[in-house]
């Protein structure tokens, strides 16, 4: 469970809206099962959301969420999530189809020494250019330590 009230990509001031290009989280809670694989770890991940704050679009729909990451050896990962995005636009939760609509997200992360990652990410691979204008791309340097 947890709050994320900043969203993504650029901030629309000049239109009616007021919000970033991709919508916040809001109040959103997520549950995920991990299992240990011949390859590495497998993870997959689901949740729900729901944003209090962007609603000048008069969208208030529900929104869901979906997740993967495979290792294919302790060094190489993939990861997958796709939103919805069911509180953007006119889709409802019996319409939704990853062809109609929503974000999908892919990245590669190789861990190249303990606890060091590179990963590559390439957000909004569909395209869906009446929401965005874009396809992004980011890199990331992540160091990550244990206590």
């Known amino acids: 469970m947890g709050l994320d009230t900043q969203g993504m990509g650029s901030f629309n001031s000049a239109d009616s809206l007021m919000r970033y290009d991709v919508k916040a989280m809001g109040f959103f ?38 997740g993967m990451d495979i290792e294919f050896n302790p060094e190489f990962s993939v990861l997958m999530e796709y939103n919805a995005a069911l509180n953007e636009n006119d889709m409802t939760a019996k319409t939704m189809s990853i062809s109609r609509g929503g974000y999908l997200n892919a990245a590669i992360r190789w861990t190249f020494v303990e606890h060091l990652h590179i990963e590559m990410d390439f957000n909004n691979l569909l395209f869906d250019d009446e929401k965005v204008d874009y396809f992004q791309r980011e890199l990331k340097i992540t160091y990550i330590e244990y206590f």
């Open 29 to 66: 809670m997520a549950a995920s099962k991990n299992w240990v694989t011949p390859l590495g770890n497998l993870g997959i991940h689901a949740g729900t959301n729901y944003n209090f704050a962007e609603v000048n679009d008069g969208d208030k729909d529900i929104n869901y969420f979906f």
